[in-house]
Nanobody, 121 residues
Framework: QVQLVESGGGLVQAGGSLRLSCAASGNIFSISAMGWFRQAPGKQRELVAAINGGGITNYADSVKGRFTISRDNAKNTVYLQMNNLKPEDTAVYYC???????????????WGQGTQVTVSS
């Protein structure tokens, strides 16, 4: 059993900052890629940022220069530092990770429950 638990969402004014955290727990052998997605009302879920096991990062064009993804492998945790937030960043943010559980020979895709980020103008 693997769980991804997100925290750090909330309400912030435009120009403000938030830091999201996502901790993976359970019978984990290894984690490769970790990332953050978001879904605004009436829109499809989209990739915000991702980081692989080697620390290489990838960002959506809309957040480049404002958001920073990082991870702490010892804690099985991924972070998303969000600066200069805009109203269009309002969405439910989901954590995602590719995890191999102990005793398995393949990775599986896991999702967190989501955390709401609301940016007021």
């Amino acid at each position: 059993q693997v769980q991804l638990v997100e925290s750090g969402g909330g309400l912030v004014q435009a120009g403000g900052s938030l830091r999201l955290s996502c901790a993976a727990s359970g019978n984990i052998f290894s984690i490769s890629a970790m990332g953050w997605f978001r879904q605004a009302p009436g829109k499809q879920r989209e990739l915000v940022a991702a980081i692989n096991g080697g620390g290489i990062t990838n960002y959506a064009d809309s957040v480049k220069g404002r958001f920073t993804i990082s991870r702490d492998n010892a804690k099985n945790t991924v972070y998303l530092q969000m600066n200069n937030l805009k109203p269009e960043d309002t969405a439910v943010y989901y954590c995602n990770a590719d995890i191999m559980i102990s005793g398995s020979y393949y990775e599986r895709d896991y999702w967190g429950q989501g955390t709401q980020v609301t940016v007021s103008s």
